[in-house]
């Protein structure tokens, strides 16, 4: 009885997630680019985001992914395509999008706009980034409750 909401809450994420994973990739898709899977689309923001290379391990920790092996296969793929670059500062290695990806991002964009902002309401909008503070505070609370879990 105390956890119907919460239950109601993560099934509502389990949805949420696999809907816009679904958007993403098929966004991306209509972008040009359909060979990329989730985990590749939001790498390829994330190199684009603030316009500075990154560390495999600042990618990681802000996209909140624990494996790093993922990444860095995901990364891979993206160098591969020629969406991403590589340049070596002593051990680190960092990432930054090629003008291919930053164009694949700004298709991406123009996509987002044409089939998704258009149909947004204003009121939506607002209460949208009530939610992403919302999802902020659970996801520390998520992340404190897998440490705990950790030491059963």
């Known amino acids: 009885p105390r956890s119907v ?3 109601e809450f993560e099934f509502g994420l389990i949805v949420a997630w696999n809907a816009f994973s679904r ?3 098929r966004c991306m898709a209509a972008a040009g ?3 990329l899977t989730i985990t590749d689309v939001l790498l390829l923001h994330n190199l684009c985001h603030r316009a500075r290379d990154k560390k495999l391990a600042d990618i990681g920790f802000m996209l909140n992914y624990e494996d790093t092996h993922v990444v860095a296969y995901s990364l891979k793929k993206l160098v591969a395509a020629g969406l991403a670059s590589t340049r070596k500062q ?3 290695v960092f990432y930054s999008p090629t003008p291919a990806g ?3 991002v700004e298709q991406y964009r123009a996509v987002r706009e044409e089939c998704l902002v258009k149909s947004l ?3 939506l909008n607002a209460d ?3 939610l992403a503070r919302l999802l902020r505070t659970m996801s520390g609370m998520y992340d404190q409750a897998a440490r705990a879990a950790t030491s059963l």
């Open 121 to 123: 309401d204003t009121e």
């Open 102 to 104: 930053e164009a694949a």
């Open 90 to 92: 002593g051990k680190e």
């Open 5 to 7: 909401e919460l239950s």
């Open 33 to 35: 680019h359909a060979e």
């Open 128 to 130: 949208i980034g009530e």
């Open 23 to 25: 958007w993403a990739v």
